[in-house]
C-alpha cells in the first residue's frame, strides 16, 4: 500500500523552527521528484518546496532563505526544516511525490505559528 505519511507539525512561536518529516512507503522515492506544498485556512495549496530525483532544490519566494527541503533515499524519507517562522506560514502541509506517470500525496501535517 502506498503512503506517505507527514509528522513534525505543531504550534510553534514566532521565529522558532520546525522539521517536517514525510515517510514514504510502498514504493521508493529514489526517481520521484518530492514536493511540500502547504494550505493555509481559506486558500488554495501552493508548492512551497521541491526536491528532484536529482537533488536539485527549488523554493518559493515566500520560503527562501528560511525553509530547506532535504531527502534520504536510503531511509524512504524527505524533510522540510522551518526556520524564522511566522504567523504567515500557519497551514496544514503536505508531501507529494511525482513521477512522470504518477502522484501521490500525504494527508498533511498543520503547523501553528502563534504567540
Known amino acids: 500500500q502506498v503512503q506517505l505519511v507527514e509528522s513534525g507539525g505543531g504550534l510553534v512561536q514566532p521565529g522558532g523552527s520546525l522539521r517536517l518529516s514525510c515517510a514514504a512507503s510502498?514504493?521508493?522515492?529514489?526517481?520521484?521528484?518530492m514536493n511540500w506544498y502547504r494550505q493555509a485556512p481559506g486558500k488554495e495549496r501552493d508548492l512551497v518546496a521541491t526536491?528532484?530525483?536529482?537533488?536539485?532544490?527549488n523554493y518559493a519566494d515566500s520560503v527562501k532563505g528560511r525553509f530547506t527541503i532535504s531527502r534520504d533515499n536510503n531511509k524512504n524519507m524527505v524533510y522540510l526544516q522551518m526556520n524564522s517562522l511566522s504567523p504567515e506560514d500557519t497551514a496544514v502541509y503536505y508531501c507529494?511525490?511525482?513521477?512522470?506517470?504518477?502522484?501521490?500525496w500525504g494527508k498533511g501535517t498543520l503547523v501553528t505559528v502563534s504567540s
Open positions: 526536491i528532484t530525483s536529482g537533488g536539485v532544490t
Open positions: 510502498g514504493f521508493i522515492i529514489t526517481l520521484y521528484d
Open positions: 507529494n511525490a511525482k513521477s512522470r506517470y504518477i502522484t501521490y
